[in-house]
């Protein structure tokens, strides 16, 4: 996410240079890589990462293609029963010049959350930076997704 800590990694013990092994350190945000956003990211009343149950991010998933879409509608999901597959993984391919954050990427239409709840749903993914547009400073998508009680 622009205006995070860059990724990086160095050694602070080498063999070279008289110690008995290689070691590393990798400095990184939070947002690098793919990762996962608990409540508390967002609202500090919310679940911290450690307190999120680990067989929510373990198991069946489904990978709906939203690719060429601008908005991820509930209609474009017509007929999906998350019951058996609880976690649904968006693929758009909206971000595929990783040397470059992308400008835009798909929007979670408002409601989206609250209908893949009640569908049976436990987890969102996604293959893009944010499920709130990037200049977005209220969050009203993520808030959704709390309040539906997704991850």
Request: charged share 20%; net charge negative; proline share 7%.
């Amino acid at each position: 996410w622009p205006g995070d800590t860059p990724t990086a990694f160095d050694f602070v013990a080498t063999k070279a240079g008289g110690y008995s092994c290689n070691v590393g350190r990798a400095t990184l945000s939070m947002h690098a890589g793919t990762h996962v956003d608990a409540t508390y990211h967002y609202d500090d009343a919310g679940a911290r990462i450690d307190e999120i149950p680990l067989d929510t991010y373990v198991g069946p998933a489904r990978v709906i293609d939203v690719r060429g879409h601008a908005t991820i509608t509930p209609d474009l999901l017509a007929g999906v029963d998350c019951r058996a597959t609880p976690r649904v993984l968006f693929r758009s391919d909206a971000w595929t010049e990783v040397t470059q954050f992308p400008a835009t990427w798909p929007q979670l239409a408002p409601g989206l959350a609250t209908w893949l709840a009640a569908q049976g749903a436990r987890l969102i993914g996604l293959d893009f930076p944010s499920v709130d547009h990037r200049e977005s400073k209220d969050l009203p998508i993520h808030h959704e997704i709390g309040r539906a009680g997704l991850f």
